[in-house]
């Protein structure tokens, strides 16, 4: 009888325990992803908030290192960010490891795969059915991640990858189009949510400039290296105009400037 009342209340107790850890461990999830958000949602800067997240990730997880692989379709290979103590160091391990999590085409765990490195674990990040990155974290002196440590960095990545992969569309949009129009004109685009990498049919204005007489002008002063200085100048002012417009700088032919005002913003005038 004494045996079967000790039973009883260890089972309670047991349960009671098993309910707190499962309270706990979800508690951690929430708060996670609140401040992966709060990040997301602060963060002026793509390369800040890449930090900040991998900073988020080391403290929750009580890892020392934090590393983010982002694939980049035009180099056919991943760039690699890392934050944490020594990890510049161990860029080239993270990064292999990475790799491995790319072909396990799942979470991944390993220890002892560095004399630097006791425990590892990345996890890829899958978007419409590609993985597209690799998230992991390392440690120096824990001997491994237990299973509470694989839930929270599935959980983070779900929601950090979001993150992720909206500011990574507009990251690509602000690279291709920061060379061609002003940084008011890329904001303008990101705040429409339109889909600027699609062509399509629009009324708008072409603009071709040239400098008249250029070719007896250039004939006359000729030294190349005065000539050069010259388009230099021009070609500079005329960008400074058409910028100052809300235009959009097409090519340059020789002297010629190609400039476009109506797209990728159209205007009503």
């Known amino acids: 009888e004494l045996f079967e009342a000790i ?48 900073k988020e990730l080391i403290r929750i997880i009580d890892a020392k290192m934090g590393f983010i692989m982002l694939y980049n379709e035009d180099m056919k290979k991943y760039s690699i960010e890392v934050v944490g103590k020594g990890s510049i160091n161990l860029k080239n391990v993270l990064y292999n490891y990475g790799k491995k999590a790319v072909k396990n085409r799942k979470i991944t765990t390993q220890n002892k795969i560095h004399k630097r490195i006791n ?8 978007l419409e059915k590609k993985i597209i990155g690799v998230f992991g974290v390392a440690n120096t002196d824990k001997e491994e991640f237990d299973i509470d440590d694989m839930k929270l960095l ?46 399509i049919k629009q009324h708008m204005s072409v603009l071709f400039a040239d400098i008249r007489g250029f070719t007896a002008m250039s004939e006359k002063l000729g030294d190349p290296e005065k000539l050069v200085i010259t388009i230099n100048e021009y070609l500079s002012a005329v960008v400074d105009v058409v910028m100052k417009e809300g235009g959009t700088i097409d090519k340059f032919v020789g002297d010629e400037v190609m400039a476009l005002f109506g797209a990728p913003i159209h205007y009503p005038d």
């Open 119 to 126: 425990s590892i674990m990345a996890i890829p990040l899958v």
């Open 7 to 54: 039973i009883s209340q260890a089972d309670s107790a047991i349960e009671h325990s098993n309910t707190t850890n499962c309270l706990i461990q979800k508690s951690k999830e929430l708060d996670a992803l609140y401040r992966i958000d709060k990040i997301r949602d602060e963060s002026t800067d793509f390369k800040e908030m890449i930090d900040n997240i991998l």
């Open 154 to 199: 599935e959980a983070i990545s779900s929601q950090a990858d979001t993150a992720i992969f909206e500011d990574f569309e507009k990251q690509k949009i602000k690279n291709v189009f920061t060379r061609y129009v002003p940084e008011s004109v890329v904001e303008e685009m990101l705040d429409s949510n339109a889909d600027f990498m699609k062509g």
